[in-house]
């Protein structure tokens, strides 16, 4: 499990998933007791095949509480939140010092604009564990998502004063420049690089300020800057785009796509964002290149075939368009 984690570490996914394949294969017992294969799991979105091990894992340790703590964590993490609430629930009810349990809930609940219900069950968390830096971030975040900024950054405060996590400093930044309280942020953040300085949270929400600020041509160069230090990182290529659409013509736009697609070519998401140029402006010929591309390199990711369609449709190419929605329906059936 750590030579796969080095490997996605290294951003190659691919290698990363064959090497959990073959140790599934060779060593199940120790793939369902490992810490590692959990959180390698997640980083690889493989979450059929968490849920499996979860099922496994508890089947066999019904008393060993991480099991349930991934249960919940995937439902989470796929967007079902219900369910994520309702196993989470009864996670932190049998294991009261399970800080998953408290934080899944919580989160479920704020992100099904359940608030109040989310602000009791967090408080029940910090009852139970008051000193933990985990609680304090959902507790930080739960704020955020009712956009109390004043409450945000007080909570954030907290966790940057009290624990000295990169989190606080971030979010402390965010909630001030929300509040329009740009110079502060700005010294918040140049206070904490000495500590922070390999942390790309510091950088992100230096851009952001920057962005809050309507100063597009600074937030261009801090996004830059971003790129620069951490390039294997998709975010500084695709988060940036909103703000090179203001300052930058497509050309410029389409040089710093390539630039994330030749640096991250295991991911999907620059290669997409570069179909998306195409097929926004109108240029459908080219996007229909662009999204055969997407199909060929990551057959599984759905935009490739039904904005692929799209183009194809837009072109006057209708039974092309038809057989590759067949074609999408296909695979989602199988």
Same mark, same amino acid.
């Given at each position: ?6 490997? &996605?570490? /290294?951003?190659?996914?691919? $290698?990363? !998933?064959?090497?959990? =394949?073959?140790? /599934? ?23 059929? =095949? ?37 196993? *989470? #629930?009864?996670?932190? @009810?049998?294991?009261? $010092? +399970? ?16 608030? #109040? ?25 739960? !704020? ?27 979010? *402390? ?13 700005? +010294?918040?953040?140049? +206070? ?22 309507? =100063? ?10 971003? %790129?620069? @230090? ?13 703000? &090179? ?32 140029? !195409? ?5 459908? !010929?080219?996007?229909?290149? $662009?999204? +055969? #591309?997407? @199909? ?20 006057? /190419? #209708?039974?092309?368009?038809? %057989?590759?929605?067949?074609? &999408? ?6």
């Amino acid at each position: 499990m750590i030579e796969a984690l080095e490997v &996605l570490d /290294r951003d190659q996914p691919k $290698r990363a !998933a064959e090497i959990w =394949d073959h140790a /599934r294969a060779v060593f199940p017992d120790e793939a369902v007791k490992s810490d590692l294969a959990l959180k390698l799991l997640f980083r690889l979105q493989r979450y059929d =095949d968490i849920e499996a091990l979860m099922k496994a894992g508890h089947d066999r340790y019904p008393n060993d509480a991480r099991f349930a703590e991934g249960a919940a964590q995937v439902a989470y993490e796929r967007g079902n939140l219900d369910e994520a609430f309702q196993r *989470a #629930t009864v996670l932190y @009810r049998k294991y009261p $010092r +399970s800080t998953v349990g408290y934080r899944t809930a919580a989160a479920s609940l704020s992100l099904m604009n359940r608030f #109040t219900e989310a602000e009791t069950v967090i408080a029940k968390g910090l009852n139970a564990l008051p000193h933990d830096v985990g609680m304090r971030i959902e507790y930080a975040k739960l !704020a955020e998502r009712r956009k109390d900024w004043l409450a945000a950054l007080e909570r954030w405060t907290y966790v940057d004063e009290v624990h000295g996590h990169v989190a606080g400093a971030a979010g *402390a930044a965010s909630a001030l420049t929300m509040l329009g309280r740009y110079e502060e942020a700005e +010294s918040l953040l140049s +206070s904490r690089l000495h500590k922070f300085s390999a942390e790309m949270l510091i950088w992100l929400q230096f851009a952001r300020i920057s962005e809050g600020k309507g =100063d597009w041509e600074e937030a261009a160069s801090r996004w830059a800057v971003v %790129r620069k @230090r951490f390039p294997q990182r998709a975010v500084g290529y695709v988060s940036s785009l909103p703000v &090179l659409a203001r300052v930058a013509d497509r050309e410029q736009i389409e040089a710093v796509l390539l630039e994330g697609i030749d640096r991250i070519p295991d991911d999907p998401v620059c290669l997409k964002e570069y179909a998306l140029l !195409a097929h926004r402006a109108g240029d459908f !010929a080219l996007a229909d290149q $662009r999204w +055969s #591309t997407l @199909r060929a390199c990551f057959p599984a990711c759905r935009e490739g075939y039904e904005l692929g369609a799209a183009a194809l449709a837009a072109l006057g /190419r #209708t039974s092309e368009s038809t %057989r590759l929605l067949a074609q &999408l329906h296909g695979q989602c059936r199988a």
